[in-house]
């Protein structure tokens, strides 16, 4: 790696920094976007730098959204009486993806997990929460993935919102365990959420 430029290095450097991207893979892509002659290198980075001026968090459910409402939340066609919470903002794309789902979203951006230091403040979970309390929402659907931190999230969540009279639901065992939402396929999200079965907190 020495061997190439410093600004090469530094282009492979930051494209490590990419889930699931190695220095190989990083210095394959890297090798690709100089090699392009269309002007690639420079559309990349400008649709980069405008996605991340443009793009914040809804101030309701924070899904990604360049205004202050997200599509879904601004849609009058949704149920407000029914809220699905889920992890991350890829989640609810696997929802839309089913297009049986006509309520609104919460992501929580994260999981309950206390082994690698992460506790309910750093979800959001106190904003669930104040969209609950004024005893409009009827059900709230736990969306978290089958996993162990998952599950822990899911159970957590339904405790707090049990506190308020909320009734909430987790997605029936249709996903695999350990299974990650966004990579569920339609017919297996569409039978776990019509298969959803109340959380007892108690």
């Given at each position: 790696m020495q061997s190439f430029p410093p600004s090469f290095r530094r282009l492979v450097h930051e494209l490590t920094r990419l889930p699931s991207i190695g220095e190989k893979s990083?210095?394959?892509?890297?090798?690709?976007?100089l090699r392009q002659e269309d002007g690639f290198g420079e559309k990349l980075a400008g649709a980069i730098q405008h996605a991340c001026t443009t793009i914040g968090l809804c101030k309701t459910c924070f899904f990604l959204s360049e205004s202050e409402q997200c599509q879904f939340c601004s849609d009058p066609g949704r149920d407000p009486q029914l809220i699905c919470v889920v992890e991350k903002p890829m989640d609810i794309i696997a929802f839309e993806r089913m297009g049986e789902f006509?309520?609104?979203?919460?992501?929580?951006?994260?999981?309950?997990?206390?082994?690698?230091?992460?506790?309910?403040?750093?979800?959001k979970l106190?904003?669930?929460?104040?969209?609950?309390?004024?005893?409009?929402?009827?059900?709230?659907?736990?969306?978290?993935?089958?996993?162990?931190?998952?599950?822990?999230?899911?159970?957590?969540?339904?405790?707090?919102?049990?506190?308020?009279?909320?009734?909430?639901?987790?997605?029936?065992q249709g996903m695999p365990k350990g299974g990650e939402l966004e990579y569920s396929d339609e017919v297996t999200l569409s039978r776990a959420l019509s298969g959803r079965s109340r959380i007892h907190s108690s």
């Open positions: 990083a210095t394959r892509l890297a090798y690709f976007i006509r309520g609104l979203y919460h992501v929580l951006h994260g999981l309950w997990a206390p082994l690698r230091g992460q506790g309910p403040e750093s979800m106190r904003e669930l929460l104040h969209r609950t309390k004024g005893g409009e929402v009827e059900e709230v659907i736990i969306a978290t993935s089958s996993t162990v931190e998952g599950d822990a999230t899911a159970l957590y969540v339904a405790a707090q919102l049990s506190e308020q009279g909320v009734p909430s639901s987790r997605l029936a």
